[in-house]
């Protein structure tokens, strides 16, 4: 199983950025799909995530208006559209996978890319 995350990068405040993550060795479309992002110094947080088929997605209040999730099921690869970034985004993002059944939980997660925004 592997989860490749791609696009992160240096960026200045208001500008724009989108993450991809590929996603292989498991059935993407069965999965749950979600950006977390760690901070230095801080816990993993939720960004955005987006059901299996793409129907629904789910941000935090404090990641509203400016982050957009969505899905290519056909490629594998989940998105994460980043607009008007702040200094306080710098984080890694990471790509996680998750799948719930009666019998075993499954969750997946990529290595991270890094986000920079700096003047």
């Known amino acids: 199983v592997q989860l490749v995350e791609s696009g992160g990068g240096l960026v200045q405040p208001g500008g724009s950025l989108r993450l991809s993550c590929v996603g292989s060795?498991?059935?993407?479309?069965?999965?749950?799909m979600s950006w977390y992002r760690q901070a230095p110094g801080k816990e993993r947080e939720l960004v955005a995530a987006?059901?299996?088929?793409?129907?629904?997605?789910n941000y935090p209040d404090s990641m509203k208006g400016r982050f957009t999730i969505s899905r290519d099921n056909a490629k594998n690869t989940v998105y994460l559209q980043m607009n008007n970034l702040k200094p306080e985004d710098t984080a890694v993002y990471f790509c996680?996978?998750?799948?719930?059944?009666?019998?075993?939980?499954?969750?997946?997660w990529g290595q991270g890319t890094q986000v920079t925004v700096s003047s």
């Open positions: 996680n996978a998750r799948f719930r059944s009666p019998f075993k939980n499954y969750d997946y």
């Open positions: 060795g498991f059935t993407f479309s069965n999965y749950r």
């Open positions: 987006i059901t299996s088929g793409g129907g629904s997605t």
